[in-house]
């Protein structure tokens, strides 16, 4: 399968590579890290002709590929968030055209050395043992979960894309009995999503342990 690959040295430029989830997984997870710039990032189904300006934005380009794998994450509750509260500011007006100017709120690289978690390695036995996850690893934090599902029919925009994520993301969420984690929404202080930096547009860093599982998933219905 195609995969496109980066890393937080590299970005916003970006490798396009021909392999497998396993393989990728697995080579990332035995190679060992540094620190957090030594470890890459994924994604699927992105634009390619987009110019990106912007280390965390690359979107989908859902015409050109059949959009099926939704990708996302389980994260503890942060305490933290962006603020983008004067994100956009109209600076003039020519007649009946707001011009203006924009700044992104750049959420900063802070790097949380692995930390074994044992009530996040129970979550993570949980969902690979779901006939519906297709993937899932614990992230290299130590204190989350990425996962991903396959629906049935392609996915055509980012609100079809977030829908599911949502929708099938809190059904896989009852696995915490708990209530540690809640479904990642990169979202800012505000709650309204961060500039650039929602789920359909982002990077995820590979697993760097060997808590990971790939498999043949169930197809679940695109709602």
Request: hydrophobic share 30%; net charge neutral; aromatic share 16%.
């Amino acid at each position: 399968m195609l995969i496109y690959l980066t890393d937080l040295k590299e970005m916003p430029k970006w490798n396009r590579q021909e392999t497998t989830l396993k393989k990728l997984f697995h080579e990332e997870a035995t190679k060992g890290y540094s620190d957090i710039y030594s470890i890459r990032l994924f994604g699927l189904y992105k634009d390619e002709s987009k110019n990106i300006r912007h280390n965390v934005y690359h979107p989908i380009d859902y015409v050109n590929h059949n959009v099926v794998i939704v990708v996302g994450e389980f994260d503890c509750f942060k305490e933290s968030r962006p603020n983008n509260t004067h994100a956009v500011k109209e600076i003039d007006r020519d007649g009946d055209t707001s011009i203006l100017k924009v700044k992104f709120p750049i959420m900063k690289n802070s790097y949380k050395p692995y930390r074994k978690d044992e009530y996040t390695n129970e979550i993570f036995d949980k969902l690979k043992q779901d006939d519906r996850i297709l993937f899932c690893y614990v992230t290299p934090s130590g204190k989350g979960l990425r996962f991903a599902f396959k629906v049935d029919t392609s996915i055509h925009n980012d609100l079809e894309y977030l829908s599911n994520y949502y929708f099938y993301g809190k059904e896989f969420l009852k696995y915490d009995k708990e209530g540690r984690f809640n479904i990642e929404y990169n979202a800012s202080t505000t709650g309204s999503f961060y500039e650039l930096g929602n789920i359909t547009s982002v990077y995820w860093f590979l697993p760097t342990t060997d808590n990971w599982h790939v498999k043949d998933a169930v197809e679940v219905k695109k709602i």
